[in-house]
């Protein structure tokens, strides 16, 4: 039965993405990150005990409401609540939507929507890289971690899933504020990404058909600070041929990231677009290992 959500879930997305006309619907990943906000505003505190209280709460308040629709007994409705957790055309045409501009400005602004790091100083390069490292790390977050946890557990598995991947990206940050107050939510992240991080990985290399990214996606992704990050951002760079990471400021701060992949540093715009070029092999896949699994 997962199987056969999923494959709704997946083509709903393909299709509609994020639901954006059905203004009476508020977006489930949302209502989570307003939880989390308001937790914050609320009971924020330097501690790891305070911060560990608002992972135990939104998983638990998201496991209870996700059992309670699991329930409901017809797979269009599960997959239709289910297709909110994918976010592969979302994160497709946003990343597309970054190269369809000559405005560096522009760009700047439409990648500020999807990184974290600085983006008032960047080059054309930069806005690029960060495009396509991103696409990378959302392949794993947005598709393939919410679709694995779809297939194994269910709705409940999916929205727990994103749950947790909602946290680290609101608080799981190795800074004055949240080094401690979002520890568990980073740990947790880590967690529960890593298989799914490998599997992105893997599939990226295959795409790009390309041995070096098969084999060395893992000696240059445990460079990266994160656990798993660093794999399908190693892959895609061995896949485009070129240099991913390196020197990056976050919050006024410049972090001396090690460089991920081997070729040129400078990433044109061409280089995003190769990037997003994998997509519809992807889609093809997942589609076809769905219908089998229905089957």
């Known amino acids: 039965m997962f199987y056969s959500i999923a494959l709704i879930a997946y083509v709903l997305d393909l299709v509609f993405g994020e639901f954006e006309k059905l203004k009476f619907i508020k977006h489930p990943i949302i209502l989570i990150g307003n939880y989390i906000s308001w937790f914050q505003k609320k009971f924020y ?36 609540l289910a297709s909110f ?82 946290l680290d990206s609101m608080v799981g940050y190795r800074n004055e504020k949240y080094e401690n107050f979002g520890k568990v939510s980073a740990i947790l992240d880590d967690i529960v990404n890593y298989i799914p991080a ?18 060395e996606f893992g000696k240059f992704g445990k460079k990266h600070d994160s656990l798993n990050a660093g794999l399908p951002i190693s892959a895609i760079a061995l896949g485009l041929g070129v240099k991913l990471g390196g020197p990056t400021s976050y919050f006024g701060k410049l972090k001396e990231k090690p460089f991920f992949g081997r070729g040129r540093e400078i990433i044109e715009n061409y280089d995003v677009l190769n990037a997003l070029s994998i997509k519809r092999k992807l889609d093809i896949f997942i589609i076809i290992v769905l219908i089998l699994g229905v089957l």
């Open 198 to 215: 490998r599997i992105t990985a893997v599939l990226i290399a295959l795409f790009f058909f390309s041995r070096s990214a098969l084999i």
């Open 45 to 80: 505190k330097d501690s790891i005990l305070r911060g560990s209280f608002l992972t135990i709460s939104t998983v638990l308040v998201v496991f209870v409401i996700s059992y309670i629709l699991s329930l409901i007994d017809n797979v269009v409705v599960q997959g239709f």
């Open 85 to 166: 957790t994918l976010a592969s055309k979302m994160l497709y045409d946003s990343v597309k939507d970054i190269v369809s501009s000559d405005d560096l400005d522009v760009k700047k602004q439409k990648i500020s929507y999807l990184v974290s790091r600085d983006t008032s100083e960047m080059s054309n390069s930069d806005v690029n890289k960060a495009a396509v490292e991103t696409y990378s790390e959302n392949l794993s977050d947005g598709v393939i971690a919410p679709l694995f946890y779809l297939i194994c557990f269910g709705i409940v598995g999916a929205y727990v899933y994103k749950a947790i991947n909602t």
